[in-house]
């Protein structure tokens, strides 16, 4: 008697609700839901800005390889305003102060692009130029030879702005062959006042230096790509919402219709 009586005590301690399974708020899939549509639609729509920033860019370099030289002068200029225009400008190159961009493959064969300051006339302002592109060689250790014109030269080519770029070292080397080029970099290691873009050389000036520029890939069809992947992904979450919801709506309605009319 005395263990049936325990039983029946410890019966009474497990309520109801300790056997029900908690259930989720019903609210819970839809705010999931919106967040994910929310989060999904506003990272297409940025990928698509990001393309139409490119096309813009694109058409600006179009415009600029098309259009008329301009004449850079020695006032000191924005890199934005000039980026991507065809420039003319007339100065003495100082070979002393060049660079060799290394890593440079024309046609299969390693080389280097010949960066050097070109004095602009009758000023203390330089401007760096990229002459071209030089072989390397057989021996890395013997760097090329660059012909340099003496005097006053006259340079034609496109202004540009030295690419973005991942280095496993911040250390910059003391040669005059880098592996990477930046304008903040370059005056900083040759102290010399210079504009802030880079200009790729087009005309000769009878240096035997290969200058075979291509249209730069400005990227526009990988975000169109990106955006495409994010507005399904969008899409395919606002339809999986609303396909369990209008199937957990109409099991619910089945259930209610399954229940006899005398347990209401």
Not at 144 to 163: C, E, K, Q, Y
Not at 195 to 216: A, C, F, K
Not at 222 to 246: E, N, R
Request: charged fraction near 20%; proline fraction near 6%.
């Amino acid at each position: 008697m005395r263990l049936a009586a325990s039983t029946c005590a410890a019966d009474r301690l497990i309520t109801p609700s300790s056997s029900v399974p908690r259930r989720r708020p019903r609210w819970l899939p839809a705010v999931a839901a919106i967040g994910g549509i929310a989060l999904t639609a506003a990272a297409g729509t940025w990928q698509l800005e990001r393309a139409h920033e490119k096309e813009r860019l694109q058409q600006t370099y179009d415009r600029g390889a098309a259009d008329a030289p301009s004449a850079l002068s020695a006032v000191s200029a924005d890199a934005e305003q000039l980026r991507f225009r065809r420039l003319q400008v007339t100065g003495e190159f100082v070979p002393q102060a060049a660079v060799l961009l290394d890593n440079k493959v024309l046609a299969g064969v390693a080389g280097y692009h010949v960066i050097m300051p070109l004095r602009i006339a009758d000023s203390p302002k330089y401007v760096l130029v990229n002459r071209g592109w030089v072989a390397a060689g057989a021996d890395r250790s013997r760097l090329p030879d660059v012909r340099t014109p003496a005097g006053s030269v006259t340079v034609v080519g496109i202004a540009v702005l030295p690419g973005r770029f991942l280095e496993l070292s911040g250390a910059e080397t003391g040669g005059p062959v880098w592996q990477n080029l930046t304008i903040e970099r370059y005056r900083r290691r040759m102290q010399l006042d210079i504009q802030p873009v880079v200009i790729e050389q087009h005309n000769d000036t009878g240096d035997g230096l290969v200058r075979s520029w291509s249209r730069p890939d400005f990227g526009i069809a990988k975000h169109y790509g990106y955006a495409v992947q994010w507005f399904s992904l969008c899409g395919l979450i606002a339809f999986l919402y609303v396909f369990f919801h209008a199937r957990r709506a109409r099991s619910e309605k089945d259930t209610e219709d399954s229940v006899p009319s005398g347990l209401d």
